[in-house]
């Protein structure tokens, strides 16, 4: 009896104390280093999709062609300046224009004078720094003196087209007579507006001159 009361006591053999701790998590195979995946950072994100007007000019970024400019917006008033202002594509009064000018002409074979009338169809081509002109004047074959001083065609172009002034262009022009020669006359071109350009023309020589105005027009 006492035999087995000492058995009981005893119990189940104990694993011997190593000393050593255990880990008993599972491995993952990762190192965690401690980031949360929070930056701390306001990347501004609002989490909405509404465009910003961050000139205050009442256009928002989505139309506005300089959204840092309360000066620079859709419909604004555009100068020459070398800015788009209207955020229409076209800087100043860059573009495509066309016109008639009138031309009265005036030339002298052997002392007699002989007067002309002509409309001549223009056309313009213009972006920030230089254009484009051909100033075109058809004579009409019934008329003997006018193809005799003039030419068939009399064709009127600029020396130097570049626009030292955003707004005006002066100069000396190329005028040029199918019928083999060519001299030198004077050209003013100031734009009025956008859209609009005053053409002056003058030729003043021994034996031929002309002056001539329109308004060439952009579309």
Not at 58 to 65: L, R
Request: aromatic share 8%.
């Amino acid at each position: 009896m006492l035999l087995l009361i000492s058995l009981a006591c005893i119990g189940e053999p104990q694993e011997p104390d190593s000393g050593i701790l255990v880990d008993t998590e599972p491995d993952t195979g990762l190192e965690d280093t401690g980031d949360t995946g929070d930056t701390g950072q306001d990347t501004g994100d609002t989490g909405t999709s509404e465009p910003r007007d961050r000139d205050e000019d009442g256009f928002a970024e989505d139309v506005d062609c300089d959204d840092l400019n309360a000066e620079i917006f859709p419909g604004a008033t555009e100068t020459f300046d070398g800015v788009d202002q209207d955020c229409d594509g076209v800087v100043d009064a860059s573009g495509e224009y066309s016109a008639t000018i009138e031309i009265s002409a005036s030339g002298w074979f052997e002392g007699e004078r002989h007067d002309f009338e002509l409309s001549c169809p223009t056309t313009m081509t213009r972006d920030l720094v230089d254009f484009e002109m051909e100033v075109v004047c058809t004579t009409p074959e019934t008329d003997y003196w006018g193809m005799l001083l003039l030419g068939e065609l009399l064709t009127i172009v600029p020396d130097d087209p570049y626009l030292w002034e955003l707004d005006k262009w002066e100069g000396p022009t190329v005028v040029t007579s199918s019928n083999g020669w060519d001299t030198m006359g004077e050209g003013v071109l100031v734009w009025q507006d956008m859209n609009t350009a005053r053409l002056t023309v003058e030729l003043d020589t021994k034996y031929l001159d002309f002056d001539g105005t329109g308004k060439l027009r952009r579309p």
